[in-house]
T-cell receptor, first 116, second 114 residues
Framework: DSGVTQTPKHLITATGQRVTLRCSPR?????VYWYQQSLDQGLQFLIQ???????AKGNILERFSAQQFPDLHSELNLSSLELGDSALYFC???????????????FGPGTRLTVL | AQSVTQLGSHVSVSEGALVLLRCNYS??????LFWYVQYPNQGLQLLLK??????LVKGINGFEAEFKKSETSFHLTKPSAHMSDAAEYFC????????????FGTGTRLLVSP
């Protein structure tokens, strides 16, 4: 158990819909990362937050957005869903933003999204 | 841009045999390298990481990896495979620029036969 929790574990929805994925980082971790794992794209970085502020963006679609709340949990919002958005979405957390050696990112169990 | 290449999407070994999973990196700055393991229906678990302190890195479950700058490689090895090692393994790279996103390879599925 990494200490990172993600809900829900599974999500099945229809095209055009909007969903929200939730992540609670390990106690004390300030950085949250979102990754998407799909068969055709592999594991890709989407976005990073540090202590409530967006810090880095990867290959995140405009239909997707995220935020980190004062209690440090994070939500990833996916809207106007398409079949191709079906994937496993991982959240990871680490304790520091930068400086010195890179922190280990601890991954949650993921949310499996199926778009029908 | 940084990247990693994992040679072989599938590797099959017999129980007790040497495990060798290959990873080559590309980076314009000194890289930090990681190996993660993903068991079925689970998240990623860190096996080991290279952060420039020592070129031979020992991780959990008997795995180790050696950083070879001249070969731009960070191959993962284990002397003797166990059935429980069957999983997918990912090599990843990052750099300490302040935004520590991980760039992952495509993964190698390790199959262990009795």
């Amino acid at each position: 158990d990494s200490g990172v929790t993600q809900t829900p574990k599974h999500l099945i929805t229809a095209t055009g819909q909007r969903v929200t994925l939730r992540c609670s980082p390990r106690s004390g971790d300030l950085s949250v990362y979102w990754y998407q794992q799909s068969l055709d794209q592999g594991l890709q970085f989407l976005i990073q937050y540090y202590n409530g502020e967006e810090r880095a963006k990867g290959n995140i679609l405009e239909r997707f957005s995220a935020q980190q709340f004062p209690d440090l949990h994070s939500e990833l919002n996916l809207s106007s869903l398409e079949l191709g958005d079906s994937a496993l979405y991982f959240c990871a957390s680490s304790s520091r933003l930068a400086g010195g050696l890179p922190d280990t990112q601890y991954f949650g169990p993921g949310t499996r999204l199926t778009v029908l | 841009a940084q990247s990693v290449t994992q040679l072989g999407s599938h590797v099959s070994v017999s129980e007790g045999a040497l495990v060798l999973l290959r990873c080559n990196y590309s980076s314009s700055v000194p890289p930090y390298l990681f190996w993660y393991v993903q068991y079925p229906n689970q998240g990623l678990q860190l096996l080991l990481k290279y952060t420039s302190a020592a070129t031979l890195v020992k991780g959990i479950n008997g795995f180790e990896a050696e950083f070879k700058k001249s070969e731009t490689s960070f191959h993962l090895t284990k002397p003797s495979a166990h059935m429980s090692d069957a999983a997918e393994y990912f090599c990843a790279v990052t750099q300490n620029t302040g935004f520590q996103k991980l760039v992952f390879g495509t993964g190698t599925r390790l199959l262990v036969s009795p």
